[in-house]
């Protein structure tokens, strides 16, 4: 009986499959399915002022990090303009044209000054993470072109981290309060991001692709809603402003 039916299903199987084939349309690969992928993103922000120290434009007596810290508005300059943010993304197709995905991604910029006469370090960091969502709606131009037009919400967590060390530190000393030469410092604080966005994607392969977007990211860090070493609330002299044009290239791998 089975060797009967063998080359029965066998020939079903084939035309089933040959059918399948037949039905799908090249142009609903261009949207449908997903991807995941390595994706830089570029905020060309003046990163000093997104994160606040002292009153932007004001002298150094107003009260702010930098009036004990060594630092000046000078020394921050080469935290530059531009903060990226090293992530990945990923996306997927709900119904239609409409498409939903993911992003997470952390970048940071740091500058070091050395005082050669007393050997005293000053170290200032400053990182912001982010995790988003995201929703938007597409529409294939050729077999393997598509653009999009969506955005990103969810949030992100900015931390500035200070260290002033003269020596070794002490175990004991920066517990007891003892070891006043070394001190470091933890400052963060969370806010909700948005970022509307228009993207471009090219399948170059049957499996992999370019996505190039560029949007603005919208997000700021009251003032009242910092923290010291995630214990402490602190008030910062101004509200901390992440609003920027944001580049977001994706090398993606899938449909």
């Known amino acids: 009986m089975v060797k009967r039916l063998l080359p029965f299903m066998i020939t079903m199987g084939l035309v089933s499959s040959l059918f399948a084939q037949g039905d799908i349309e090249y142009p609903s690969e261009s949207y449908l399915g997903g991807g995941i992928g390595y994706t830089p993103t570029f905020l060309l922000l003046d ?3 997104a994160f606040p120290f002292n009153i932007v434009g004001e002298p150094a007596s107003s009260a702010g990090l930098l009036d004990t810290s060594g630092l000046n508005f000078d020394d ?10 090293h992530g990945v993304e990923g996306f997927g197709n709900i119904t239609g044209n409409w498409r939903v995905g993911a992003y997470v991604g952390l970048g940071s910029n740091s500058i070091t000054r050395v005082d050669s006469a007393t050997q005293e370090t000053i170290d200032l960091k400053l990182t ?4 988003s969502a ?10 393997n072109l598509e653009i999009a037009a969506g955005s990103l919400f969810g949030y992100s967590r900015s931390i500035i981290q200070f260290a002033h060390t003269a020596g070794s530190p002490s175990w004991t000393g920066q517990f007891d309060g003892t070891d006043t030469t070394n001190t470091i410092v933890a400052l963060s604080g969370t806010f909700f991001s948005f970022q509307p966005y228009v993207a471009l994607k090219l399948q170059f392969l049957d499996r992999a692709g370019l996505r190039m977007s560029a949007g603005y990211q919208i997000g700021s860090l009251p003032a009242n809603k910092w923290s010291m070493n995630d214990f402490q609330k602190i008030v910062a002299p101004s509200e901390g402003s992440f609003n920027a044009v944001a580049v977001r290239v994706m090398l993606y791998l899938g449909i």
């Open 47 to 49: 990163v000093a002022e």
């Open 76 to 85: 921050l300059d080469p935290l530059g303009t531009m903060l990226v943010l």
């Open 128 to 131: 912001l993470m982010t995790g």
């Open 134 to 143: 995201s929703i938007e709606y597409v529409i294939p131009l050729f077999s």
